[in-house]
């Protein structure tokens, strides 16, 4: 039983697949006028794709919830 087993990639898999459902998901609030929903997925995204080290797929998420804030929710 002194056999470690090596979970990694299924880990970085999941935190891929998770990042990409949260985005879907995202979108589909964001189309149904659920901005501040929508940014909270995109942020837990964000999280799932950094901690899978997908960081171009991270930036692009990050892009996104910066452009959905600036657009709906402008300080007056």
């Known amino acids: 039983m002194d056999k470690k087993i090596d ?10 697949k998770k990042g990409d459902y949260l985005v879907s998901l995202s979108e589909n609030h ?14 837990q995204a964000y999280s799932m794709y ?4 997908y960081t171009e797929l ?3 998420t990050k ?3 910066m452009e959905i804030k600036d657009k709906y929710f402008k300080k007056k």
């Open 7 to 16: 979970t990694s990639e299924q880990f970085i898999e999941f935190y891929k």
């Open 58 to 60: 991270a930036e692009k």
């Open 63 to 65: 892009q996104r919830f």
């Open 50 to 53: 950094m901690k899978g080290n």
């Open 30 to 43: 964001f189309k149904n006028i659920e901005y501040r929903k929508c940014l909270e997925l995109l942020n």
